[in-house]
C-alpha cells in the first residue's frame, strides 16, 4: 500500500516507517518537526535501504494535505502527529484541541478530496480514564481525566462519525505505555526536556544525566505500593499498525483495539530490570503521588488478537535492554546530528 505516515519521524511513528518498509509498503511521511528532526528520517533510510518521501508542513493546513494528497495518493493515512503530554495539556487545552482535534479534522477533509478511505490514529488508554474494572477491554466506559485524553476520545468520535457517512475504515489504536527502542539502537526516544515518563526518565538517571528517580508514590493498593502500567515494546506497538493496515484492507466503519500485552509491572519492577539491563545502580528516592495518576492500568488486547492477529512479543528485559542500548550508544539522542 501507498501509506501516508503524519508524525512519522516521531518516536512511535519512526519505528512504524521501519515495519513498513519491512513488508514492502511505500511510505511518504508529513512532519512538522514540533518534537522531532529530520535526522530520524535518515537513520529510518540508513536502517531499511527504503525510500522515505518527507514533506515538511503542519497537519492542521488544509493546502499543505492537498498537495501531499494529490501527489502522493495514500491507499492508506497513519496519523501518529499530535501533541501528547499530559500536563501540558491542562495548561494549553486550546493547543491540544487544535492539533489533536482540529487536525484529524483536517487530514480527514484532505483524505475525502482524493477519496481515501483508511485511516490508522493513534489513540491512548487515557480515553478509559479512572477504571471502573480492569483489565480494560474496548467496552470499557470513556471517560478521560485530562485534556489531552478528551482531545483522543473526541477524534476517536470524528472518526467513527466519518468513517459512517463515507464507508471508510477506521482503526483506532488504544496504545498502553510504549517504550524500549529499535533493536539496532539507531533509533529510539529522545524527549526534548525533562522526561515526562517513567521509562525515558530511568535510562537518563542511568547514564548518568540524572541522579535520581522519583517515584510517584509507594502507598497505593498494589503489590509493592508503586503504579501499576501495561508497558509496550515500541516494536511490537510499530508492528500493530502493519497488522491494521491488513485489517482495514477488508474491513469498513471504526472499530477500536487495545495494544498492549496483558501483563502490568510496578515502578519499582521496571527499575528492577532496568538494572539488570544496564549494570548501573539507578538510585531511586520516594516522592508523595503525581496529581492525576491512577495506581494501576492493564490491558486486555484480546480483540487484537482475534480480529487483527497480533499479539506482543517483547518481553520486559528486552524493553530495558533495548532502552538501555539506545540510551547509552546516543547519550544526546538525536542532537549530535541536528545542524
Ligand atoms: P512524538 O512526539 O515522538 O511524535 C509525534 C510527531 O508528530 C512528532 O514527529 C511531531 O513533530 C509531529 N507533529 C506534532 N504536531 C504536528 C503537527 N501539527 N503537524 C505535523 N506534525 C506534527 O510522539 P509519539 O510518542 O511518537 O506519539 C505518536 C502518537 O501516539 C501521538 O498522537 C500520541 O498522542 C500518541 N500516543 C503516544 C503515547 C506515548 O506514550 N508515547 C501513548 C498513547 C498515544
Ligand atoms: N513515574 C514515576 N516517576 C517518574 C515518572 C513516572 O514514579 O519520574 C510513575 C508514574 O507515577 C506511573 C508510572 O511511573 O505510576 C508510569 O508513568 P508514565 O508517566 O510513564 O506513564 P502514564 O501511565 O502516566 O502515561 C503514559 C503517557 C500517556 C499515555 C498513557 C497510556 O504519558 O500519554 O501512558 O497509558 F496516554
Not at 54 to 68: F, P, Q, S, Y
Not at 94 to 102: R, S
Not at 165 to 174: I, Q, W
Amino acid at each position: 500500500m501507498r501509506v501516508l505516515v503524519t508524525g512519522g519521524a516521531g518516536y512511535i511513528g519512526s519505528h512504524t516507517l521501519v515495519e513498513l518498509l519491512g513488508q514492502a509498503h511505500e511510505v511518504c511521511v508529513l512532519d512538522n518537526y514540533d518534537n522531532s528532526s529530520p535526522v530520524v528520517l535518515d537513520r529510518v533510510r540508513k536502517l531499511t535501504n527504503g525510500t522515505v518521501t518527507a514533506v515538511e508542513g503542519d497537519v492542521r493546513h488544509d493546502n499543505t494535505l492537498r498537495d501531499v494528497m494529490t501527489t502522493f495518493q495514500p491507499d492508506a493515512v497513519i496519523h501518529f502527529a499530535g501533541l501528547k503530554a499530559v500536563g501540558d495539556s491542562m495548561t494549553n487545552p486550546l493547543g491540544y484541541y487544535d492539533v489533536n482535534v482540529n487536525g484529524t479534522l483536517a487530514l480527514l477533509r484532505a483524505m475525502d478530496e482524493v477519496g481515501c478511505k483508511r485511516i490508522i490514529f493513534s489513540s491512548s488508554a487515557t480515553v478509559y480514564g479512572e477504571p471502573v474494572y480492569l483489565p480494560y477491554d474496548e467496552a470499557h466506559p470513556l471517560n478521560p481525566t485530562s485534556v489531552y485524553g478528551r482531545t483522543k476520545m473526541m477524534a476517536e468520535h470524528i472518526l467513527a462519525d466519518w468513517a459512517q457517512a463515507s464507508g471508510g475504515t477506521a482503526v483506532l489504536l488504544r496504545y498502553f505505555n510504549p517504550v524500549g527502542a529499535h533493536a539496532s539502537a539507531t533509533l529510539g526516544e529522545d524527549p526534548a526536556d525533562v522526561p515526562n515518563n517513567l521509562m525515558p526518565f530511568i535510562a537518563q538517571v542511568a547514564v548518568g544525566k540524572r541522579p535520581y528517580l522519583n517515584v510517584f508514590g509507594d502507598d497505593y493498593d498494589t503489590p509493592d505500593g508503586t503504579g501499576l502500567r501495561d508497558y509496550i515494546h515500541v516494536v511490537d506497538l510499530a508492528r500493530a499498525h502493519v497488522a491494521a493496515l491488513d485489517y482495514a484492507a477488508d474491513h469498513s466503519g471504526a472499530r477500536a483495539f487495545n495494544i498492549g500485552t496483558g501483563q502490568p509491572y510496578s515502578v519499582q519492577q521496571m527499575v528492577a530490570a532496568f538494572r539488570t539491563a544496564s549494570g548501573q545502580p539507578i538510585p531511586v528516592v520516594v516522592a508523595s503521588r503525581r496529581a492525576g495518576d491512577i495506581a494501576a492500568m492493564q490491558a486486555d488486547s484480546s480483540r487484537a488478537l482475534s480480529e487483527m492477529g497480533w499479539r506482543a512479543t517483547h518481553t520486559l528485559d528486552d524493553m530495558a535492554a533495548s532502552t538501555w542500548a539506545w540510551q547509552s550508544g546516543n547519550p544526546n539522542g538525536f542532537q549530535s546530528e541536528e545542524g
